[in-house]
């Protein structure tokens, strides 16, 4: 039951993904800030969520055949909880080693 209201969940996630990745682009408008590993980091975790969320709805909902328990297909729904994370761990990186400047190089 939890796979399938993590799957609503995170398909619905995907209205709010699209306004978010269509400004992802302005990340990079501060010169310099495209040679920044941080920055880039940020992007390529607000844009891998849409894979992710396919990935962890077919895997969850079993398409392809594990050799394990359902015990496992579980865990892939919750897949797509990287890229949020992984975006909230980049912007906490560049404030404190960046000072908030999406054109640091550290």
Request: proline share 5%; hydrophobic share 55%; glycine share 8%.
């Amino acid at each position: 039951m939890y796979r399938i209201v993590a799957n609503i969940i995170f398909l619905i996630g995907l209205l709010p993904w699209a306004f978010i990745f269509m400004f992802s682009f302005m990340l990079f408008d501060a010169p310099g800030s495209e040679s920044s590993a941080l920055t880039r980091g940020l992007f390529y975790s607000i844009a891998a969520y849409p894979v992710l969320v396919i990935v962890g709805f077919f895997g969850s909902n079993g398409f392809w055949l594990l050799n394990e328990e359902h015990r496992r297909r579980g865990r892939l729904a919750f897949l797509p909880l990287l890229s949020p994370i992984s975006a909230t761990f980049f912007l906490f990186t560049i404030e404190m080693f960046c000072g908030g400047q999406l054109a640091c190089h550290s």
